[in-house]
């Protein structure tokens, strides 16, 4: 192992990275601090993991993850006013999900069979907005491959990613 490679593992060793036959699962999800349990466990195995962040603008963010070029997950990230419902908003794409089902994870939450939607009531810049995170398995090989266990696995991201992303936003409860 080269000096640089022995380095990366130490310091995973110590951040609490998680390997996936080949790349290490970061803690941070596109600068969100989630942990790399949660996102390990919706992540195919490869060689190479990246992540490509995009803020598209103060409200809004996305993060894709590819796995040896392929796409894996996708995350987005808003932020909107109280009075949107934004899991009605997002009916169609929960519905094309596959039989989403509401969860309890933040104010409002809905886990499918590819993805799901999580919603926190929080105050920005001085008004009562609401933070809302979807997630979508892109992977043509989603896992963990039987779908109870990846409901479970979608609902466990969502509870460890929401509270941590509305912090990264300064969206405080």
Do not use: N
């Amino acid at each position: 192992m080269s000096l640089a490679g022995a380095l990366w593992a130490s310091l995973c060793v110590l951040a609490g990275c998680s390997s996936s036959d080949g790349y290490t699962t970061p803690d941070a999800l596109c600068g969100v601090p989630v942990g790399s349990g949660p996102l390990a466990a919706l992540l195919p195995d490869g060689r190479k993991l990246e992540q490509s962040p995009k803020h598209i603008d103060a409200a809004t963010s996305v993060c894709s993850l590819s796995v040896d070029g392929k796409p894996a997950l996708y995350l987005r990230d808003d932020v909107t006013d109280t009075g949107v419902d934004p899991a009605a908003v997002q009916h169609d794409v929960l519905a094309r999900m596959g039989d989403p089902r509401k969860v309890s994870v933040g104010d409002d939450a809905r886990v499918a069979d590819k993805g799901g939607i999580a919603v926190g009531v929080c105050a920005q810049q001085g008004r009562r907005q609401k933070f809302v995170t979807l997630v979508d398995l892109t992977s043509e090989h989603v896992v963990p491959k039987r779908t109870a266990d990846r409901r479970k696995a979608l609902e466990e991201f969502l509870r460890a990613y929401l509270p941590k992303a509305m912090e990264a936003k300064g969206c405080r409860r």
